[in-house]
């Protein structure tokens, strides 16, 4: 009875080791966005972040910040690389897929690659955020025309 109980407690352990052990494998290969987030806060804290896509393989992620700035989170394993990109400061080529972008970072050359988007429409987002392009604000204005009064016929 005592060396069945010792079996059990063996595989159990075993298993947990094998369970945990494939689970920071998966972490290590497929970062966390909440992660990359709060070490690009550390690294810039001046910087507001509006919104972030990433990329299919979240090995990276882009980010459209408050003063028409973009920024660019790299994932290495368990460390990231934060950079603020202005902009103008990047040359951006549409890939093969026309879900991707080729980005050449002319200050940080070991950065260049393709990354590839979900869609079409997120890659030509991040394209206008790193080109400088982009605009938030609507053509159509904030304000709409005064009503006019009605006239009177006779």
């Known amino acids: 009875m005592l060396w069945l ?26 970062p966390d966005a909440g992660s990359a987030m709060v070490e690009f806060g550390r690294a810039f804290p001046d910087e507001a972040i509006r919104a972030l896509y990433s990329t ?3 090995k990276a992620i882009f980010l459209r910040l408050h003063d028409g700035k973009a920024g660019f989170i790299q994932s290495h394993g368990t460390h990231y690389v934060c950079h603020v990109i202005h902009p103008g400061k990047v040359r951006v080529n549409s890939s093969e897929s026309g879900r991707g972008l080729i980005v050449h970072f002319p200050d940080f050359a070991y950065l260049d690659n393709a990354f590839e988007f979900r869609t079409a429409e997120v890659a030509a987002e991040v394209s206008l955020w790193l080109l400088g392009s982009f605009s938030p604000k609507s053509d159509f204005g904030d304000e709409l025309p005064a009503a006019q009064p009605a006239q009177a016929s006779d």
């Open 5 to 30: 109980l010792l079996i059990v407690v063996i595989v159990a352990v075993g298993a947990f080791y094998i369970r945990m052990n494939a689970r920071a494998e998966r972490d290590f290969d497929n």
């Open 56 to 58: 299919i393989d979240r």
